[in-house]
């Protein structure tokens, strides 16, 4: 009996372990299944957060920095505010041409009428009609100025040109916004485009520099060449580390003038500016601008900065023709009615009625006339004079856009002939250092030359599109 319980009891503890063991391998089993599906999880996660790393940065082209640059840009809010604040003016000016109407009421009551109901004469106390506390009192008022020596129309004058004045200076900020945007984005997609350059320059230097060590280790050339190899990507590292840096720097005064936060992660769209000049294109910009002195005429007539002087001029001269003013007699007329009682009644009875003239003849005002008009000429002389400094200074501006651009057309036929010429000597010195007809020292030098050339194309032809806007803008087309 013992042995039969015993033998039960060895085969259940046998069913126990051999039910362990099958629940460990079906566990491994699907451990093992989840395995690539975690791998899967894992990498679906770091796909997504990198995914969301690259969504958070911003593409900017050159059309929406403009836009969020007129937005956002401080000198243009600035300049709107004024053009809000002159425009107030004017609705002030206009408001001296109508007549100033007051109106007012009032109330009063006697706190201590009891009080007074009594008189004391010779000793004796005698009652008297008791009296109203309640006292009321209205009017109405109005004045019109008939003539003030013209100084009421000269100011309504000088309120619209300053508002002109200042609704042109609001266009040319916007337009010289547009100027620096359009420079400094031309400039990072400069520096960007020679970032490239030198980084495609470092990469074939590498295998350049690991074909010379295959060929030092298989005997054939001297140590001395992968030295020279080896410096010269030294020297190509330290210029990649000042392209970045110009770079990154580029792209911070851009982000600070089109107002957005200077540690904003932002790119911009190289494509939306046109890279591929033609000599047609060359020829049909020169068509659109015209000749110099014709660009000039034209500077004239639409630079806004000279629109908004022109308009400070009107401005100072009725600015001196109110303060002329002050020499010439003021007339003004004025009317009213008025009405007091103790109750709000008897209107008709005990209001009054008046109207009047008033004529006030400056005799003698310690010379604060003559002050105001001696003050009033010497600004409009001033501002003369910067009238004939901003001609001077725009005729200048275009000839220096128009020699800036001469000289930018040359330099693209110069570039684009040099960057042919230094390709075809370097595969030339290319394929002689392989075969070993030539030194290291002539491979090199050619490889810089071709670098020099690259990057003097690329600062070729955006130097010309930055010399493009600021023609325009030296007339006064940019943006139009």
Do not use: H
């Amino acid at each position: 009996m013992k042995k039969m319980q015993n033998g039960i009891g060895l085969l259940g503890f046998n069913d126990l372990r051999i039910n362990c063991l099958s629940f460990f391998l079906i566990f491994k089993i699907e451990i093992i299944k989840l395995i690539p599906i975690s791998i899967l999880s894992l990498v679906l996660l770091t796909s997504y957060s990198f995914s969301q790393v690259k969504s958070d940065q911003k593409v900017f082209t050159l059309g929406q920095c403009i836009e969020i640059a007129i937005k956002n840009n401080y000198e243009i809010q600035i300049a709107n505010s004024q053009v809000v604040a002159t425009n107030a003016d004017i609705t002030n000016a206009f408001g001296k041409f109508l007549p100033s109407i007051d109106f007012n009421a009032g109330y009063t009551r006697q706190l201590n009428a009891k009080g007074a109901n009594n008189v004391q004469v010779g000793g004796q106390i005698i009652p008297i009609a008791a009296q109203n506390p309640n006292s009321y009192n209205m009017g109405a008022y109005a004045s019109y100025l008939l003539f003030n020596g013209f100084s009421r129309s000269a100011n309504y004058s000088r309120a619209q040109e300053t508002y002109n004045a200042s609704y042109a200076n609001s266009i040319y900020t916007t337009q010289k916004v547009k100027l620096d945007v359009n420079r400094q984005f031309i400039d990072v997609v400069k520096k960007s485009q020679i970032l490239k350059t030198r980084q495609e320059n470092i990469a074939l230097g590498k295998k350049e520099l690991e074909r010379i060590q295959a060929q030092y280790d298989a005997g054939v050339i001297p140590i001395a060449m992968v030295y020279a190899q080896e410096a010269e990507l030294g020297n190509k590292e330290y210029e990649l580390t000042i392209s970045e840096n110009d770079l990154n720097v580029s792209k911070v005064k851009l982000l600070n003038t089109i107002g957005l936060n200077t540690d904003y992660n932002a790119e911009f769209l190289e494509s939306s500016i046109k890279t591929e000049l033609s000599d047609e294109d060359v020829k049909n910009f020169r068509a659109e601008i015209g000749s110099v002195n014709s660009s000039i005429s034209q500077a004239f007539q639409s630079r806004q900065d000279y629109v908004s002087i022109k308009s400070e001029i009107s401005a100072s001269e009725s600015n001196l023709t109110i303060s002329k003013g002050g020499y010439y007699p003021t007339l003004a007329a004025s009317g009213g009615w008025s009405w007091a009682n103790t109750a709000l009644d008897q209107f008709r009875e005990l209001g009054r009625s008046y109207v009047g003239l008033n004529l006030s003849i400056p005799i003698f005002d310690n010379f604060n006339t003559s002050y105001r008009i001696e003050t009033s000429y010497m600004q409009l002389k001033q501002k003369e004079i910067e009238k004939y400094q901003l001609e001077q200074s725009i005729r200048t501006a275009v000839q220096t856009c128009y020699m800036n651009l001469d000289a930018a057309e040359k330099q693209l036929d110069i570039t684009k002939r040099a960057l042919r010429s230094a390709e075809q000597n370097f595969e030339s010195f290319k394929e002689r250092f392989r075969v070993g007809s030539s030194n290291i020292t002539d491979y090199l030098t050619a490889n810089n030359q071709l670098i020099t050339a690259q990057i003097n194309r690329i600062n070729s032809i955006y130097n010309y599109l930055q010399a493009q806007k600021e023609v325009l803008f030296a007339v006064g087309k940019l943006g139009n």
